[in-house]
């Protein structure tokens, strides 16, 4: 992870997932991970790809990709492991993702009305405007259902 800027702004942890990026408030984020083996059993739950076993702990990993970018992410060089509510506790998560992920600061802009509930803003990054995202309902959301066009709520 490279380190972009440094102030007394909030800062951001920016991830690659297909080709775009999108960001998580750093202190949500535990680690970036190496890949490591998924292990995959029978569930019907959204987004769950299956689970990983890290620094001793069970962490299920999302398939972030399939609501953010329309379709999961062919390749993976991280999981980015986060913090979740669930309830009133917290748990690990993780998200694989594809390229490199950088440390930014800045103030995040409020999200457009028809964003979906997991984008709750905007942050300038290297002249583009990326979603920041809630991970907790960003874990909680539903992968698009067949025949729709694309992610939720998300232009391509």
Request: hydrophobic share 40%; net charge neutral; proline share 10%.
């Amino acid at each position: 992870m490279s380190e972009t800027q440094t102030s007394g702004q909030p800062s951001f942890v920016v991830m690659q997932i297909g080709r775009r990026h999108f960001a998580l408030p750093s202190d949500t984020v535990v680690e970036l991970a190496p890949p490591v083996r998924l292990h995959k059993f029978p569930h019907d739950s959204p987004l769950l790809a299956g689970v990983i076993v890290r620094r001793g702990r069970i962490v299920p990993v999302y398939d972030a990709a399939s609501v953010l970018v329309g379709s999961a992410a062919l390749t993976q060089r991280f999981y980015l492991i986060a913090r979740r509510r669930v309830g009133k506790s917290a748990e690990f998560g993780a998200i694989p993702v594809n390229g490199e992920c950088e440390l930014a600061s800045g103030e995040m802009s409020a999200p457009q009305p028809e964003r979906p509930p997991f984008v709750v803003g905007t942050l300038a990054f290297n002249d583009e405007s990326i979603d920041v995202l809630d991970f907790s309902a960003l874990a909680a959301s539903r992968p698009p259902a067949a025949g729709d066009s694309g992610p939720t709520g998300l232009p391509s």
